[in-house]
């Protein structure tokens, strides 16, 4: 046996050596290929004139709804609108999502209402700012809710030492000096919060990602999430959620007059 | 009873002969009441309209009986635990269980009240009753016996002559009235501030470096027990941030890096102004900031609360109690409200880790005036 396999076993080792040549230069070439392809210049092309395509159009609506009060070219008016050089796509987000610009007249501060502007502008609008402005705080890649993180015990802590003093400690707000206020955190979405702290809108202080760590943002919404929109309501009418004062006003007011009447009911009846 | 209207009392034979009936008279008779008007509400027992005026009321008793049990059984079982709003079913059950309390101990009890005022409405007879008023005060020689009865039992007890009594019975209420009393004044003669030179003391704040340790910048985030120390890039321009010192010797006592968040005198607000903002510094304090960054005590000189509301583009740091405004721009001067002194400057500067630490203590006590600051 082992004779006669020694001979053909020196063309057979040949042939498979030819063979698996082949094969190997042809794998080579085609996964030259296929990484060619994918990360091949072409995608970036065409997201290139994407970008450019969106930043036109973002012109388009500066010029039309940002550029009388923030300057032709982002510098500002005096006494009407401030630069937005440096302020950032976070900023621009916070404040067209929420309707606080454009701002329907100069006050005291900009207050939310609808949007004016939908989604798709405000991604333009982003793009443009983003581009002629330089460099300022991104709005983050995520969205919605993951951006609620998992600890909102901790976010607690933190929502009570760096916001609570103006938002009150549930999110009802408060009053600020000269007409200013800091709004109720109801109904707004978790980006909202996310770019408000990164932006610092109007009087709030900037909360950067060094000072509060993305994961600690997370926290704070999630906290915010679970006391807002009516989910820290244990029962009944919350009277504005301010706590003993209008709880313990209402309570007396009501229930005094309520015996009250009861009382001259059964007086009457007697 | 009443003098006006004396009348005849019974003998001990005559007394013991007498019904109820004629007890309760003779006993309205002797306090002066007399019956006007009396009738039975049902004069005819067992009718249907007195089951049926029974029944009511004993519903009502029922009612609060049954919201009682209820009552117990929410108490006792619901599940009152905190539910995420996430899990939209746990957290109606758990915002259900107040009102639940409430309308069933609630109804229990107007259950009761319902029951007893319908059963008096309905089978307590109707009854007029007048009763003579007793006039003027008691008669004069009611009141000059009464002040002789009393001399007289004091001047039988001979404590007016005993003096030895009288002086050693003065003496053991006296010392004793001396020793409650120096409970609650012994506070007030003891010096509160003989203590001047710790950082417990009323001057200083924790902020005071002792036995020449570095004294760091430290954030809370949330962790009571993490140490994360602050760097001058950490805070962004119109940005702020409460601080609390840390000392290295602290970094393993969890007692003391608790202690360190939460002591009263101890937070630090850092706020990084803008760039081209101008600063009005305090005379004398104009080497306390570093770069952009100024550190002043968040503890307000009116009375002590925490002036955190920032307005980072108006430069007003509100107190919320009093609505007092500082303007961090002019070295927390008070614009506004009850303050009258701006809020302590802590001077900062950075190590050579690049970590930000306070050169020193405060150079004047925080918070509201006490009796020996003088400013």
Redesign the interface.
Known sequence: MTTTTKRPRGARTKLRRRVAGLLALGFGLLSAGLLFTAFAPTAQTAQAQQQDALVRQGEQIYLNTCQSCHGRSLEGVESRGPSLVGVGDAAVYFQTSSGRMPMARQEAQAIRKPAKLSPEEINALMAYIDANGGAGPKKPSESGEALRGD??A??G??FR??CA??HNFTGRG?A???G?F?PALDGVTEDQIYTAMLS?P???????E??LTPE?KK?IIAYV??VT?G?N????NALGGFGPVSEGLIAFIVGIAALIGVTLW?GA?? | MSGDKPTELPSEAELAEMSRDDLVKLGTRMDGVELVHYEEKWPVKGTRAERRAQRQVAIWFLISALSGLAFLGVFLFWPWEYESPSNAEGHLLHNLYNPLIGLFLGLSVLGLGVGALLYTKKFLPDELAVQQRHDGPSTAVDRATLVAELSDAGQRSGIGRRSLIKRTAGLGAGVLGLGVAVVPLGALVKNPHSDSETKNSLWHTGWKAEKGEKVYLRRHTGNFHEVSLVRPEDVEPGGFETVFPFRESERNDEHALVAALKRADAPVMLIRMRPNQAITKRAGQEDFNYGDLYAYSKICTHLGCPTSLFEQQTGLLLCPCHQSQFDVFEYAKPRFGPATRPLPQLPITVDEEGYLVARSDFIEAVGPAFWERKS
Do not use: T
């Not at chain 1, 109007?202 to 950067?208: E, H, I, L, V």
């Not at chain 1, 309501?233 to 009944?236: C, I, L, V």
């Open positions: 600890n909102p901790r976010g802590e933190l030492l760096n003093s103006c408060g600020l000096s000269s200013k800091a610092g109007q009087n709030m202080p900037k909360f950067g060094r000072q600690e926290d999430k679970s929109d989910n309501n244990s029962g009944g059964i009846k007697a």
